[in-house]
């Protein structure tokens, strides 16, 4: 398809302002995920993130992006391991528990402790538990490259994010 074909096609500019190219992220469909790891006070930490990827097989990496303005990021850039909890299709009400300006992100969350530490929520359809490899400046996000240390599967559909909902995935099988 032609560039002109290509704008004449999209409501929005090809040349995006912060909102318009949020607007075409968020067209994007990705799955949700909880990070989480402990404060040096041993405070529970996490939140929702739907920038977890897999990065490489040999050595295994994976990687995540928090806000640089985050209160929570200098937790995670400083803390010697962390989690991910892939979430299932049913656990829309943790990742709006987990994304909230609440005190306590953690009431009314099932979690247990994962064998290095960090927590890991009870229901997930995935666990990784990872040790920091390496953090890379991405503008106003830092990535965070973990590897993983333990992973864990489990049965069901994964929670999805499209246009800024939540959703459930569908096999077209």
């Not at 398809?1 to 500019?13: E, F, Q, R």
């Not at 995935?126 to 992973?151: I, N, R, Y």
Request: net charge neutral.
């Amino acid at each position: 398809m032609s560039p002109s074909a290509i704008a004449s096609a999209n409501a929005l500019p090809l040349v995006a302002d912060a909102k318009a190219l949020r607007t075409a992220l968020g067209r994007f469909a990705t799955g949700v995920a909880v990070v989480t790891t402990r404060g040096r006070d041993g405070r529970l930490v996490g939140l929702t993130v739907n920038s977890f990827a897999s990065v490489s097989l040999d050595p295994p990496l994976v990687l995540w992006s928090i806000r640089k303005e985050s209160a929570l990021a200098p937790i995670f850039r400083t803390a010697p391991v962390w989690a991910v909890s892939v979430l299932g299709s049913d656990q829309h009400d943790i990742a709006r528990r987990l994304c909230a300006p609440v005190e306590d992100r953690f009431e009314h969350v099932s979690w247990r402790e994962g064998s290095r530490g960090a927590p890991l929520i009870e229901g997930a359809i995935a666990w990784f538990q990872c040790t920091p490899w390496l953090q890379v400046d991405g503008g106003d996000h830092v990535m965070l490259l973990g590897q993983v240390e333990e992973s864990v599967t489990a049965g069901g559909a994964p929670l999805v994010f499209h246009d800024g909902r939540f959703g459930e995935w569908r096999s077209h099988a």
